[in-house]
C-alpha cells in the first residue's frame, strides 16, 4: 500500500504517531521515497516505535543520534530513497529514547532558524537588486523576475520563521514538562 504523507519540519512527531498507528494496525513501513511517499506491507499487528533522524544539514548530532540508535537501541533502518530524512523503527520504549528526542528537537530547532536566516538573506539580497535594477532603468522583464524571486522568498521566510517558532515552543514544552516530572 502507498501512502502519500507530507508533513513540515516541525511536525516529525506527527508523522512518527501516524507510523506506529499503521504499525498496530499491521501494516508495516517498508520504504520511503521522495520523502513524503510510504510504502507499507501487510504485517501481524505489533507495538514499534519509529524515530526519525534529519539529515538535511547533518550535524554532529543527529550523526550521534543515529549511531546510538543502531547500536545501542538495536533500531531497524528503513529504505529511503531521495529523502532529507534518516527512519528508524525500534522496539525500545519512548522513555529510554527521550534523551535522542531532545536533542532531535534542538537540533531541528537550530535548523530551521538557520533556514529562516538563509531566506531573509536572500530576499533582502533580491530586493537590493530589484531596486539597483529599477534605478538603472532595467526592462520589465526583469523587474518580474525579481519581483517573483522576492515573492518566494519571503514566502520561505515566514514559513521558515513560523516553524522556527512553533518548534521553540515545543522544544520549551518540553524542558518543562520533563523538568517537573
Known sequence: MKVFKYFPLWKIEDIERFL????????????????????????????????????????????????????????????????????????????????LYEVRMDYIRANLFERFLTALFLAIFFSILLFVSIIFQSNNQGIWIFGVIIGICVCLTIYYFCGYLKQRNKCKNYEHDNFYR
Do not use: V, W
Open 20 to 99: 506506529e498507528s499503521m504499525e498496530q494496525k499491521g501494516y508495516r513501513l517498508e520504504k520511503i521515497k521522495h520523502s513524503y511517499f510510504f510504502y507499507f506491507k501487510k504485517s501481524s499487528p505489533k507495538q514499534m516505535n519509529y524515530f526519525i533522524s534529519d539529515k538535511s544539514f547533518r550535524g554532529k548530532s543527529m550523526g550521534n543520534c543515529d549511531y546510538a540508535l543502531l547500536s545501542r537501541y538495536r533500531a531497524h533502518p528503513i529504505e529511503s530513497t531521495m529523502c532529507f530524512y534518516n527512519m528508524y523503527r525500534t522496539k525500545e520504549c519512548k522513555e529510554n529514547l527521550s534523551l
